[in-house]
């Protein structure tokens, strides 16, 4: 199974941005996929999950501005970001697990990874 996001770029603060994740050689419908960034010097951290019935999954610091979607016939994860600040400035990776109760936050229970995509918000 591989994992291949995209959309990144450059974007003013206040400006939106759509990234997507295709999800090759597997299946994703049964799957909990989520989205992760990790800034410079800072650690990896939960953006949005979404889970085989629809439920999702917004962090806190990005609820409202952060929408995530699945299209399961084109296998693909979708998030939508709007509003963006400097603050979410950082590499975006997506990344497909199991659905841990509590735990979907950490990226320690997640085997596969997509190779990240640069969001850069300038102010």
Do not use: H
């Amino acid at each position: 199974v591989q994992l291949q996001a995209s959309g990144g770029g450059l974007v003013q603060a206040g400006g939106s941005l759509r990234l997507s994740c295709v999800v090759s050689g597997g299946t994703s419908s049964s799957s909990f996929l989520a989205w992760f960034r990790q800034a410079p010097g800072k650690e990896r951290e939960f953006v949005a999950g979404i889970r085989s019935n629809n439920m999702k999954y917004i962090a806190d610091s990005v609820k409202g501005r952060f929408t995530i979607s699945r299209d399961i016939a084109k296998a693909m994860v979708n998030l939508e970001m709007n509003s963006l600040k400097p603050e979410d400035t950082a590499v975006y990776y997506c990344a497909r697990g199991p659905f841990v109760v509590g735990r979907y936050n950490d990226p320690v229970y997640y085997g596969i990874w997509g190779q990240g995509t640069l969001v850069t918000v300038s102010s």
